[in-house]
T-cell receptor
Framework: GENVEQHPSTLSVQEGDSAVIKCTYS??????FPWYKQELGKRPQLIID?????GEKKDQRIAVTLNKTAKHFSLHITETQPEDSAVYFC??????????FGAGTTVTVRA | EAGVTQSPTHLIKTRGQQATLRCSPI?????VYWYQQALGLGLQFLLW???????NRGNFPPRFSGRQFPNYSSELNVNALELEDSALYLC??????????????FGEGSRLTVL
């Protein structure tokens, strides 16, 4: 089955700085890579996703890059704000529709 | 439109007992997924139901089971509870087939505590 590894497990950044989270996956058949944000006590919610036929996608302050050859993808958050503090999960999906998640990254934005 | 709803929000059981958790997907969604979120372990895939059938299960023992009803709601049963079953159990739903982005819509979760 798919195995997704996520690093780092915790990340502390100064407000206004950038945050980068990296994930690797094992199944070359994976074709969909979403990122979910989970605020404390809340449900995970999709913030951005990328498909295997695209190398990069951007939505305002967040962007995701995908390297299919190396089987890794990354989340970039620029100009971080206090409301970006949360746990972020990467995931990978194969054609069997099972979504495998990374272990999560706890991001803390220091004011 | 109502989101994914789960019940109960909190459940306290003792070792050896059984727990039943329930999930109602978003209207029109036919696939239901169950994930276990234990502290520090991220989201571990448990079960996937689609059109009433179990389509896939994660690396969990058989005492974790479930079903999906004709109205697409779902139930997760955990038998012979162990202390390490204490976790937040998240249900998520997805539209039928390839409709949509593939995004999963999560409920708020049911927190199970085993004493």
């Amino acid at each position: 089955g798919e195995n997704v590894e996520q690093h780092p497990s915790t990340l502390s950044v100064q407000e206004g700085d950038s945050a980068v989270i990296k994930c690797t996956y094992s199944d070359s058949a994976s074709n969909y890579f979403p990122w979910y944000k989970q605020e404390l006590g809340k449900r995970p919610q999709l913030i951005i996703d990328i498909r295997s036929n695209v190398g990069e996608k951007k939505d305002q302050r967040i962007a995701v890059t995908l390297n299919k050859t190396a089987k890794h993808f990354s989340l970039h958050i620029t100009e971080t704000q206090p409301e970006d503090s949360a746990v972020y999960f990467c995931a990978a999906k194969t054609n069997d529709y099972k979504l495998s998640f990374g272990a999560g990254t706890t991001v803390t934005v220091r004011a | 439109e109502a989101g994914v709803t789960q019940s109960p929000t909190h459940l306290i059981k003792t070792r050896g007992q059984q727990a039943t958790l329930r999930c109602s997907p978003i209207s029109g969604h036919t696939s239901v997924y169950w994930y276990q979120q234990a502290l520090g372990l991220g989201l571990q895939f448990l079960l996937w139901y689609d059109e009433g059938e179990e389509r896939n299960r994660g690396n969990f023992p058989p005492r974790f089971s479930g079903r999906q009803f004709p109205n697409y709601s779902s139930e997760l049963n955990v038998n012979a509870l162990e202390l390490e079953d204490s976790a937040l159990y998240l249900c998520a739903s997805r539209p039928r087939g390839l409709v949509g982005t593939g995004e999963l819509f999560f409920g708020e979760g049911s927190r199970l505590t085993v004493l």
